[in-house]
């Protein structure tokens, strides 16, 4: 299975992976004049399939918009950041 990249670029900001529990990922947003925001989210795995003859491998997905307030939250703030991780953690 392909687990998401530590780095990933998107929408003009880098994400960094800062942690990776059993169920969830918190990655740092860094994008404009400095500020940096924790995007906290649970791990979302795509089934293999093929598309027009492309054959895409079990992977896991970083969150879309639409996911945010369901599975995945942001945070410009660490500490809630890691609270809101450490619940995910314990369910």
């Known amino acids: ?31 404009v004049s400095n500020m940096s925001c924790y995007e906290v989210f649970e791990k979302n795995t795509l089934e293999p399939k093929e ?4 054959k895409y491998p ?6 879309k918009n639409d996911d945010f307030g369901i599975t995945a939250w942001t945070y ?6 890691l609270e809101k991780y450490n619940e995910l953690e314990s369910i």
């Open 1 to 31: 299975m392909r687990t998401l990249s530590r780095e990933i670029n998107l929408n003009g900001y880098t994400y960094v992976q800062v942690l990776s529990g059993k169920r969830t990922y918190v990655y740092e947003q860094r994008g």
């Open 51 to 54: 598309i027009m003859g492309e």
């Open 58 to 63: 079990k992977r896991e997905v970083f969150p």
């Open 76 to 81: 410009c703030n660490y500490n809630e950041a």
